[in-house]
């Protein structure tokens, strides 16, 4: 029944944390700055980034409650909020104020910051760390987009 709290708390976090994001990106993709920028050929249609975001965040909400659960420290909560930090600002750096670089820079600690979850502290929770794989996933090819523009723009 705690883990479904926990679950349930980080579920209302993250899901917020969408929220505060797409604030901040003041609508970022519908921009004339987006649309005209090079982007990736792999780059997705936008109704992926909707579908992608709900079950990541839905994964790694199951995956944080189990984890916390289990190893709720000060040191863990202090790297959720990084990871919570860094995922919000994305989309200020990136939509709202163009800098694709300091935007670069944020991803690549945010995927950085998710390998550690999955490699450094996901033992105690055994395969629950699969649950971050698909959060990991979307962070590598996020980065390699947001390279892209930096690169060809």
């Not at 670089?101 to 929770?125: A, D, P």
């Amino acid at each position: 029944m705690k883990q479904a709290k926990l679950t349930f708390l980080f579920l209302v976090i993250n899901f917020g944390g969408l929220a505060i994001g797409n604030w901040l990106m003041d609508n970022g993709p519908m921009t004339n700055w987006y649309r005209n920028l090079n982007k990736a050929p792999w780059t997705p249609q936008g109704w992926v980034f909707g579908a992608a975001w709900t079950t990541i965040m839905i994964c790694f909400s199951i995956y944080l409650g189990k984890l916390f659960l289990i190893n709720n420290t000060k040191k863990m909560t202090v790297v959720f909020c990084i990871q919570f930090i860094l995922n919000v600002s994305w989309n200020f750096l990136f939509f709202n104020k163009h800098w694709v670089f300091w935007g670069l820079v944020n991803i690549t600690l945010l995927t950085s910051l998710l390998f550690v979850y999955f490699f450094k502290f996901s033992e105690s929770v055994k395969s629950y760390k699969y649950l971050i794989l698909p959060y990991m996933t979307w962070l590598c090819i996020a980065t390699s987009l947001n390279l892209y523009v930096l690169i060809y723009n």
